[in-house]
T-cell receptor, first 113, second 111 residues
Framework: NAGVMQNPRHLVRRRGQEARLRCSPMKGHSHVYWYRQLPEEGLKFMVYLQKENIIDESGMPKERFSAEFPKEGPSILRIQQVVRGDSAAYFC???????????FGQGTRLTVV | GESVGLHLPTLSVQEGDNSIINCAYSNSASDYFIWYKQESGKGPQFIIDIRSNMDKRQGQRVTVLLNKTVKHLSLQIAATQPGDSAVYFCAEAGSNYKLTFGKGTLLTVNP
């Protein structure tokens, strides 16, 4: 059973470009969480999704950020018109249901130049 | 603001010693806490968890203690090994298992 898969592992974007981060949850998991981690800091919750639904997006910036988890395919975190402050590690976690331990992927490290 | 924080940002121990990493939380309504280990360039890895109806839980070489009176959580690692070197985070699980993480403690194990 493969773990949570995130790609790409590293992503470099110029200011103003779009970043698309992908997360394939563990098999059988229908709950996905996205977190952001700045250097030497803890992870900060961004959004919680179930298949085709956003359950909690209280940690998402109001502009430029969006997330989806379609019926088929991976969850996508999309950042439009990236700025240098978006540079961070973005982690995805999945769980079979929303009240159990979530397993984390290896993260995508976004660098905005 | 942060609801979970750590007392010590770094901890250096000798191989074979016991390590204790501390964490304070502010939400007295929280009922589930988790410790994660994060190695450089990797995602957080679950170590051990504890619910608020317990004050102690043991795993393999690790023990978590919960003091609800002072809202304090600690992780004890017995016979610390070089492979234990990592950043350790405590996290508080809210509704929908949404996690609030502390800033982390860097544990360095000297051979």
């Amino acid at each position: 059973n493969a773990g949570v898969m995130q790609n790409p592992r590293h992503l470099v974007r110029r200011r103003g470009q779009e970043a698309r981060l992908r997360c394939s949850p563990m098999k059988g998991h229908s709950h996905v969480y996205w977190y952001r981690q700045l250097p030497e800091e803890g992870l900060k919750f961004m959004v919680y999704l179930q298949k085709e639904n956003i359950i909690d997006e209280s940690g998402m910036p109001k502009e430029r950020f969006s997330a989806e988890f379609p019926k088929e395919g991976p969850s996508i975190l999309r950042i439009q018109q990236v700025v240098r402050g978006d540079s961070a590690a973005y982690f995805c976690a999945s769980s079979p249901r929303g009240e159990t331990e979530a397993f984390f992927g290896q993260g995508t490290r976004l660098t905005v130049v | 603001g942060e609801s979970v924080g750590l007392h010590l940002p770094t901890l250096s121990v000798q191989e074979g010693d016991n390590s204790i990493i501390n964490c304070a939380y502010s939400n007295s309504a929280s009922d589930y806490f988790i410790w994660y280990k994060q190695e450089s360039g990797k995602g957080p890895q679950f170590i051990i968890d504890i619910r608020s109806n317990m004050d102690k839980r043991q795993g393999q070489r690790v023990t978590v203690l919960l003091n609800k009176t002072v809202k304090h959580l600690s992780l004890q690692i017995a016979a610390t090994q070089p492979g234990d070197s990592a950043v350790y985070f405590c996290a508080e699980a809210g509704s929908n298992y949404k996690l609030t993480f502390g800033k982390g403690t860097l544990l360095t194990v000297n051979p």
